[in-house]
């Protein structure tokens, strides 16, 4: 089945201690993102990747860290969390070539705490 | 910069009603205008639009683009409460960003 696979769906952690939330797409997809959802401020662009060892910050990438070293994964790093950082992450991948490409398919989300 | 603005933010109409979304965009070399439905969890797909005027439905709803106006439309008519969601759009340009969404409320 394709799809989009996030770990952990939910995650409370405490301020400072690093975190990884792993990401994954069996596609072949070369695009993937990371996107953070707060209440009325819809979905932001984290960062993003147009293909292996190739990301681009998006609008909020304060605070974050991603790698690209391998096609289908897309690892979101936060080195020192803080509480600000509390909110609900998405990863998504779509194809980008042959024109328009395909539709951006999303994994499950993850909650994330900072306390 | 690329930018999505999407109207109105909030909409609360009655079962039955028909409701017209807007979303205007601009991107750098723009491919595709995508729009989503949102409830308790991740978006779910609904349009991908390339083409300008082609009109795209699916049950009750439809949607259009406009490239001339950098703009595109969702409608969705005769309303159910099962629509009450978070509607998204995201142009996909050099890469897909999203607006803030217009929250829809639907009273039975």
């Known amino acids: 089945e394709a799809q989009v696979t996030q770990n952990p769906r939910y995650l409370i952690t405490v301020t400072g201690k690093k975190l990884t939330v792993t990401c994954s797409q069996n596609?072949?997809?070369?695009?993937m993102s990371w996107y953070r959802q707060d209440p009325g401020l819809g979905l932001r662009q984290i960062y993003y990747?147009?293909?292996?060892?190739?990301?681009d910050k998006g609008d909020v990438p304060e605070g974050y860290k991603v790698s690209r070293k391998e096609k289908r994964n897309f690892p979101l790093i936060l080195e020192s969390p803080s509480p600000n950082q509390t909110s609900l992450y998405f990863c998504?991948?779509?194809?980008?070539?042959?024109?328009?490409?395909?539709?951006?398919?999303f994994g499950n989300g993850t909650r994330l705490t900072v306390t | 910069e690329d930018k999505v603005v999407q109207s109105p933010l909030s909409l609360v109409v009655h079962e039955g009603d028909t409701v017209t979304l807007n979303c205007s965009y601009e991107v750098t070399n723009f491919r595709s205008l995508l729009w989503y439905k949102q409830e308790k969890k991740a978006p779910t797909f609904l349009f991908m639009l390339t083409s300008s005027g082609i009109e795209k439905k699916s049950g009750r709803l439809s949607s259009i683009l406009d490239k001339k106006e950098l703009s595109s439309i969702l409608n969705i008519t005769a309303t159910q409460t099962g629509d009450s969601a978070i509607y998204l759009c995201?142009?996909?340009?050099?890469?897909?960003?999203f607006g803030k969404g217009t929250r829809l409320h639907i009273l039975p």
């Open positions: 998504a991948s779509s194809f980008f070539s042959g024109g328009s490409g395909s539709p951006l398919h």
């Open positions: 596609m072949n997809h070369e695009y």
């Open positions: 995201a142009p996909k340009g050099d890469k897909i960003i």
């Open positions: 990747s147009m293909n292996v060892e190739v990301t």
